[in-house]
């Protein structure tokens, strides 16, 4: 059975009650079983020192090499290949991850459900895909306790450093389309019952709309909102410019985009509360937030993060770096100095909190131009478009007027008519009745920082 397209077919009220019933499982899926004591340690190794951070990190990274070269077979050959031997992994040291080989995303895209898992795994794994707003999405393995280890690190370091906790009533926007149809009717939203949760629309906030939304705010006793950055941003902007009171938040908490200076204000002007931005991704293999004294730390327990120079050398405090991330919590599916695609800038003063956690002082990441609908909704993330179509390798939206785009790919082969289709038809489902070209390209342009902008609008927001 598609529960996709049943779900599209039910009364709101229905669409409410699977939601709620997704979250139920959601809820036992990451918050049983071994989280309660994995968050009882995170939160105890907040307080170590220099020295114990290091201690635990090193034991940690002998554990994962090992059981990498022992259990997965991309490792064991990758690892042979480049000469290192396994006593050398039992010995191995912070400063030897420059011996390791990199993994990229098109490795892990390639071999991530086959040569890059463990022979020997936990139990209820079950893959996840990344947003798949740049391309073929990657497919992450999360067994139970993996799922509960990545949720106890996410409830300490950025829930309560926000001042939050998971049973706290939370608006969400993020990519999940529970307001099915491009061109629907209030409300723009859902609610998850289990988890005091409403999931707003990422795909319908317009100036025409955001009254629901303000509405669905205030129905559900939303506390703090949560989400993609830009949408989240999308959302206050047109609430400020309607005039309309929001309720008084204790937090918004941003991920997935770039966090601005004005952004932050926003958000203080219209809800009243402090923005806590984060940095981590469905890979789970690192994690950057914000704690109360607003720097970013890096939950190395989570795991290491290396940032490089274009030689392959670490960066000096102050200096940009690209992220290099080697997990430390999925031994079913280990990421080894994983080139993830990010940068940034790592932090050159301690934290006024006390804690012996590394800063970053910026998180790069990209700034993406607004693609605007006909009927005036805004974004900027594209969740879901590739997922399925694993041909396609990179790809660039392109909006060249209120009523037409241009889809760039990077394919390792032809796609068909109806894998075409597929995506034209996606596309109109979260923007409307818009005309869609496919073009296939030997490469996208990159920027000086050797990435590409993913989204390029060339209208402004009054359509002209």
Known sequence: MNYGKLYTRLPVSFQNLAVSAYGFRWKKRRFGGIFSEELKEFKQRENFSATEWQNYLTAQLRVMLLHAFDHVPYYRESFTQAGIKRAELEKFELTDLNKLPYLSKQALRLEGEHNLLSDKREYE???????????????ILFSYPMHQRWSAAFEARIRHWAGVNKDVPRGMIGGRRVVPEGKATAPFYRYNY???????????????????????????????????????????????????????????????????????????????????????????????????????HISEDVGVIELLDDCGKPVEPGQEGEVVCTGLLNFDQPLIRYKIGDRMRLGSQPCKCG???????????????????????????????????????????????????????????????????????????????????????????RTANGKFKSVISHINRSGD
């Open 194 to 296: 289990f988890e005091k949760q409403t999931y707003f629309s990422a795909y319908h906030i317009s100036a025409e709309t955001v009254r629901d939304y303000v509405l669905g705010m205030k129905r559900n006793r939303v506390a703090y909102m949560t989400g993609y950055a830009m949408s989240n941003y999308f959302l206050a902007r047109f609430i400020k410019e309607a005039g309309l009171k929001a309720p008084q938040l204790q937090a918004v908490i941003t991920s997935s985009e770039k966090l601005t200076d004005e952004m932050r204000s926003l958000f203080a002007e219209v809800y009243g509360c402090k923005t806590f931005d984060s940095w981590s991704g469905v890979e789970a293999c690192a994690l950057v937030s914000e704690c109360e004294h607003g720097s970013l």
């Open 355 to 445: 804690r012996s956690m590394p800063t970053i002082e910026e998180i790069i990441g990209r700034v993406e131009d607004t693609v605007i609908g006909p009927d005036g909704r805004e974004m900027v993330r594209f969740h879901g478009i590739f997922i399925g179509i694993p041909k396609i390798i990179e790809a660039q939206v392109i909006q060249w007027s209120l009523t037409r785009l241009e889809i760039k790919l990077v394919t390792m082969s032809r796609l068909s008519e109806d894998e075409c289709q597929l995506i034209v038809n996606r596309m109109q489902s979260q923007l409307g009745e818009i005309d869609v070209e496919i073009s296939d390209v030997d490469s996208i342009p």
């Open 125 to 139: 794994g079950e893959f996840f895909a990344s947003s798949g707003s740049t391309g073929t999405p990657t497919q």
